[in-house]
């Protein structure tokens, strides 16, 4: 039952994502290559920002659950549970102006995948 929780938690996520994008990122932006080499691999401000703002939701309601997220690596504790973020998913389409980018976020237990959300 523990699960719902989680789940309610995640849609309460992606409706406080919605406001802050609003409010703060949605607005011109850079986007710079991360990759290595030949390897482009976009970042932008706004992944950044969206993911520091989904760790402070996590860390505020779950302080000892481990993070792993794409933009800062991994916060590890020794908890069972770890929460996994890809901040913007589709940052191509996100710089290009395109609304087919997700926030993909998901909570593993003992290895086991039991809540997540694609939030457009």
């Not at 482009?40 to 939701?57: C, G, N």
């Amino acid at each position: 039952m523990k699960n719902i929780e989680f789940y309610r938690f995640l849609i309460s996520l992606a409706k406080d994502l919605n406001r802050f994008y609003k409010k703060n990122l949605n607005k011109p932006f850079k986007a710079i290559n991360k990759g290595k080499g030949s390897n482009y691999d976009p970042v932008t401000i706004a992944d950044k920002k969206f993911e520091k703002f989904i760790r402070s939701k996590i860390n505020k309601k779950y302080p000892s659950h481990s993070i792993v997220g794409e933009e800062f690596g991994k916060k590890e504790t020794k908890s069972d549970y770890s929460w996994i973020i890809d901040p913007i998913d589709g940052t191509y389409d996100y710089i290009n102006d395109l609304d087919e980018f997700t926030l993909n976020a998901g909570l593993i237990i003992n290895n086991r995948a039991v809540a997540g959300i694609i939030y457009a």
